[in-house]
């Protein structure tokens, strides 16, 4: 460990300010993202909009996608007119974005409000992984990206506590935490970066130019298309899991454990007596902040084209059987499979990519190691649209058995009414009912469609690095 404290000492002041910046901003982002997924879709009782799972999927992935598609773009603008200007912009968007949330319940309206949103986060992403790419070296790279990673799931982690405490006011919330950058800005100094006076129409059409050279680099494009089956296997934690955990999973268990040892997290974060799924699913964030460094230390010599392929495959298996069992304790258990996997992973993903990428175009390059998550969540958003709607959404199946046995579907009713009424025309109670539609429906099947998309990206980074790959440090 002596070895850790010896490269954390070699650290500009810039590095902690960037890594400061980006825990409150996924603080703010993960307090609204990680609940986004339940108030789409959740009956409207119990304060959801009553989207189906399929226009939760458009909007979470096709939104989502192009969030971390324009960083293509807006990397290259970052690195012409100033990264402490674009953050700015990128801090009073995000804070104005989040105000007027609450104002839109329609379909077109939360989407149109979620994609300017969306170029918030994307003035906002390459910036901060160029900062810490140019203030590490190879030698502080490894351990620099693993504080990076562990900075992200402090504010991951953070951020939903607190928004589960003040749910009905989760926008006004995150838009107050997101604006508190605007005091760290004060302190943050750009890295080198050259000024420039070129024309504006110049420089645009440099950046496109720029695009057109990257994209020509077909292994490197090869990369990003393999790297993007982890992101659409990755997402379903934000995607799918808290709505499966919501519809499916009992976690009374634990409840009644904080209810005896740990009353304040009983008593905030629950439904009745069930733990929110939010709260559950968040032990993500939780394990990958005590385990970060440890692990990113682990990896540190070994490839990072190796270290990903085994972390995709630990976290696939981990992630497939987050959705198998009814049991909460199985599927905590999964998530720290999954997380494990996560850490070993993800940061190399960023460390890679810094690695190549020319010293003069560092945010361009950051900006395209967006690409891979970009395609993961409009394909995430697939996956947990449609697909989880035909194969897991507890009301689509309630409507299913209701349909499969002539009973009566009142659409005027909201989900959770309806699918009480369904129950009781079944001559059962909710839970009785749940668990019918379990061992009728399996619902549990969609761990399948997880575990394939995984294992798919893992074996084809193995053949990417056995074939396409030709240094021996990556």
Known sequence: MSGIVKIITK???????????????????????????????????????????????????????????????????????????????????????????????????????????????????????????????EETSSIGFGIFYMMVNIGAFVGPLITLLYRENTFYIVGGIIALNFILLLLYKEPNRENTDEPLGKSIKKIFTNIIVVFSDLKFMIFLLIISGFWTMYNQLFFSLPVFISQWVDSSQIYYFFSDHLPFFAKNYHVGNQMDAEFITNSDAMFIIIFQIFISYLVMKIKPLSTMVTGIIIATIGMGLTVYTQNVMFTLGAILIFSIGEMSASPKITEYIGRIAPKDKKALFMGFSFIPLFLGNVFAGIVSGPVYQRISDKYELANRYASDNNLKINLNLSKNQNFEAIAHQANLNSHEFSNLLWNQYHPNNFWIVIFAIGILAAISLFIYDRVLTSKKNI
């Open 11 to 137: 650290y500009p002041k810039t590095f902690w300010v960037a890594n400061s910046i980006e825990l409150i901003e996924r603080a703010a982002w993960y307090g609204f993202f990680m609940l986004f997924a339940n108030y789409l879709t959740e009956s409207s009782d119990l304060g959801g909009l009553e989207f189906t799972q399929t226009q939760k999927g458009t909007i979470m992935g096709v939104g989502t996608g192009i969030l971390y598609f324009l960083p293509v773009i807006t990397g290259a603008i970052a690195d012409r007119f100033g990264y402490k200007k674009v953050l700015s912009i990128a801090f009073t968007v995000y804070v104005s974005a989040f105000l007027l949330f609450p104002f839109f319940h329609s379909f077109i309206g939360v989407f149109i409000m979620y994609l300017y949103l969306a170029l918030g986060a994307a003035l906002f992403k390459p910036i901060i992984s160029a900062t810490i790419a140019k203030t590490t070296n």
